[in-house]
């Protein structure tokens, strides 16, 4: 009896505990609900967190993008590139050099690219955050990049100087005697060679002085040989033939002159060039002095420019150079040195130096105005990066470069700087692929997608 009471007590208890956890179980049930619930909402609070912040990214990516064309479209629509540079330099806080860079890229089409790209993605997160979705991609994606391979080139460290055409000789012909002009002989523009008579003064008045001292001088003449005579037979003194030489000797002289006078009345060019101007006509009357002709020597010319005392040592060195006219449709000319002053303008620091061109058809024209580059130094094998994909990182210049589909941070050595590319010195190496475009959105070791692959910066 006492078993069989034992397990009856047994059954209650199991029936009462059964109850018991029959009762809970709804909430169990409901707090385990609760819980599940409580992990989803968090996730997607999360997620549409991660959304709104990954939008304000893309929205400040945007703004900049929007900046950026505002400024390069300021920029290439400026005739000052000096004052375009210093503008760009103080709107985005970076080195005049850096800003020359930037003034020089072809940037508009990409940014209103990217901006397009942008406010596409800007647009569907919106739509995703405002109907609440669980299928916004928490991870950022990746930076879209242009890389630029590199491969050894050929740069030079040159500078570029304004210049002016002189010509090569300028003859400013003027009156020697005074008279009428009774002839005039070329006009502006003509073609003479050296000796050609450019005008006739009346020589009349020359002629008869010519006669008159040409009459004195026979009389003086002969009556030195009569005395001369007369003194061998010592009939004459000495003295009387002296006096009777010198006079004859003055005449000699006057002749000569009246003779030079005469021939001064024929004007004639001192050299073959162009007459630039003539300044008489028929009839005139011209005093000593008056202006006549000027007369150009332009089958070979010169180009004067001014040389900063900085460079004055390189250029010594330099013997060949490229001249460019504007005014002839930016052509490009050998010229070599002809003469580099050994002082400067005290004022400006200048030196002056004159560069031989020739000029056999005559199409370069006095007072063009020209650029002359000059070469001061050349490398070749030369590995060169924009100037504007250097990066200050902690003052260290740095480029990023492509390293297994991720953005690699290299520390670089500069050396010299032609246009907007810059020599890299030490840290690249050829074949390696340098981020060009959205460098300064990675950071290193960050992934990104290349979208292009350049071979050099002139396909951008």
Same mark, same amino acid.
């Given at each position: 009896?006492?078993?069989?009471?034992?397990?009856?007590?047994?059954?209650?208890?199991?029936?009462?505990? =059964?109850?018991?956890?029959?009762?809970?179980?709804?909430?169990?049930? %409901?707090?385990?609900?609760?819980?599940?619930?409580?992990?989803?909402?968090?996730?997607?609070?999360?997620?549409?967190?991660?959304?709104?912040? !990954?939008?304000?990214? %893309?929205?400040?990516?945007?703004?900049?993008?929007?900046?950026?064309?505002?400024?390069?479209?300021?920029?290439?629509?400026?005739?000052?590139?000096? $004052?375009?540079?210093?503008? =760009?330099?103080?709107?985005?806080?970076?080195?005049?050099?850096?800003?020359?860079?930037? =003034?020089?890229?072809?940037?508009?089409?990409?940014?209103?690219?990217?901006?397009? &790209?942008?406010?596409?993605?800007?647009?569907?997160?919106?739509?995703?955050?405002?109907?609440?979705?669980?299928?916004?991609?928490?991870?950022?994606?990746?930076?879209?990049?242009?890389?630029?391979?590199?491969?050894?080139?050929?740069?030079?460290?040159?500078?570029?100087?304004?210049?002016?055409? +002189?010509?090569?000789?300028?003859?400013?012909?003027?009156? $020697?005697?005074?008279?009428?002009?009774? $002839?005039? *002989?070329?006009?502006?523009?003509?073609?003479?060679?050296?000796?050609?008579?450019?005008?006739?003064?009346?020589?009349?008045?020359?002629?008869?002085?010519?006669?008159?001292?040409?009459?004195?001088?026979?009389?003086? %003449?002969?009556?030195? +040989?009569?005395?001369?005579?007369?003194?061998?037979?010592?009939?004459?003194?000495?003295?009387? =033939?002296?006096?009777?030489?010198?006079?004859?000797?003055?005449?000699?002289?006057?002749?000569?002159?009246?003779?030079?006078?005469?021939?001064?009345?024929?004007?004639?060019?001192?050299?073959?060039?162009?007459?630039?101007?003539?300044?008489?006509? &028929?009839?005139?009357?011209? +005093?000593?002095?008056?202006?006549?002709?000027?007369?150009?020597?332009?089958?070979?010319?010169?180009?004067?420019?001014?040389?900063?005392?900085?460079?004055?040592?390189?250029?010594?060195?330099?013997?060949?150079?490229?001249?460019?006219?504007?005014?002839?449709?930016?052509?490009?000319?050998?010229?070599?040195?002809?003469?580099?002053?050994?002082?400067?303008?005290?004022?400006? &620091?200048?030196?002056?130096?004159?560069?031989?061109?020739?000029?056999?058809?005559?199409?370069?024209?006095?007072?063009?105005?020209?650029?002359?580059?000059?070469?001061?130094?050349?490398?070749?094998?030369?590995?060169?990066?924009?100037?504007?994909?250097?990066?200050?990182?902690?003052?260290?210049?740095?480029?990023?470069?492509?390293?297994?589909?991720?953005?690699?941070?290299?520390?670089?050595?500069?050396?010299?700087? $032609?246009?907007?590319?810059?020599?890299?010195?030490?840290?690249? *190496?050829?074949?390696?692929?340098?981020?060009?475009? !959205?460098?300064?959105?990675?950071?290193?070791?960050?992934?990104?997608?290349?979208? &292009?692959? %350049?071979?050099?910066?002139?396909?951008?």
């Amino acid at each position: 009896m006492t078993n069989e009471n034992q397990d009856k007590n047994n059954k209650t208890k199991i029936r009462i505990l =059964l109850k018991r956890v029959w009762g809970l179980l709804p909430i169990l049930v %409901l707090v385990a609900v609760i819980i599940g619930l409580s992990a989803l909402i968090t996730a997607k609070t999360d997620r549409l967190d991660a959304a709104k912040k !990954g939008l304000q990214n %893309l929205e400040g990516m945007q703004s900049a993008a929007s900046r950026i064309e505002r400024v390069t479209g300021i920029l290439t629509a400026s005739d000052d590139q000096g $004052e375009a540079a210093r503008t =760009l330099a103080a709107e985005l806080d970076i080195t005049e050099d850096q800003a020359k860079a930037v =003034l020089q890229m072809p940037l508009s089409a990409l940014v209103r690219a990217e901006r397009e &790209r942008l406010a596409g993605r800007i647009a569907h997160l919106e739509q995703q955050i405002a109907a609440g979705k669980h299928d916004i991609p928490a991870a950022p994606p990746d930076v879209n990049v242009i890389v630029l391979a590199l491969e050894p080139v050929v740069m030079s460290d040159r500078i570029n100087l304004p210049g002016v055409v +002189n010509p090569w000789i300028k003859f400013n012909i003027v009156a $020697e005697v005074r008279g009428q002009v009774i $002839e005039k *002989r070329v006009e502006k523009g003509a073609h003479v060679r050296e000796g050609d008579v450019i005008a006739v003064i009346d020589p009349r008045d020359y002629q008869i002085a010519v006669d008159a001292a040409r009459a004195s001088y026979n009389v003086a %003449l002969a009556s030195k +040989n009569r005395i001369e005579k007369l003194y061998r037979q010592q009939l004459a003194p000495l003295s009387q =033939l002296d006096d009777i030489t010198a006079q004859m000797e003055r005449f000699k002289a006057e002749l000569d002159g009246a003779q030079l006078d005469l021939s001064r009345c024929t004007i004639r060019s001192p050299i073959s060039g162009i007459v630039n101007n003539v300044h008489i006509d &028929r009839g005139q009357y011209l +005093n000593f002095a008056d202006p006549v002709a000027e007369i150009m020597e332009i089958d070979k010319v010169k180009v004067s420019v001014g040389i900063p005392e900085s460079d004055v040592t390189a250029v010594r060195m330099v013997n060949d150079f490229e001249v460019t006219i504007d005014a002839l449709e930016r052509r490009v000319f050998a010229a070599r040195k002809h003469f580099l002053a050994r002082s400067g303008d005290p004022a400006a &620091r200048l030196y002056d130096l004159e560069l031989a061109i020739d000029n056999p058809d005559e199409e370069i024209l006095p007072d063009m105005f020209a650029r002359v580059k000059i070469v001061k130094k050349q490398v070749k094998d030369a590995l060169a990066v924009p100037l504007y994909a250097i990066v200050p990182i902690n003052e260290v210049q740095t480029v990023y470069v492509l390293s297994d589909g991720k953005a690699k941070a290299v520390p670089v050595e500069t050396g010299i700087q $032609e246009g907007w590319m810059i020599q890299a010195t030490e840290g690249l *190496r050829p074949g390696e692929k340098v981020i060009v475009v !959205g460098h300064r959105g990675v950071s290193d070791g960050q992934k990104v997608n290349v979208v &292009r692959t %350049l071979s050099n910066m002139d396909e951008l």
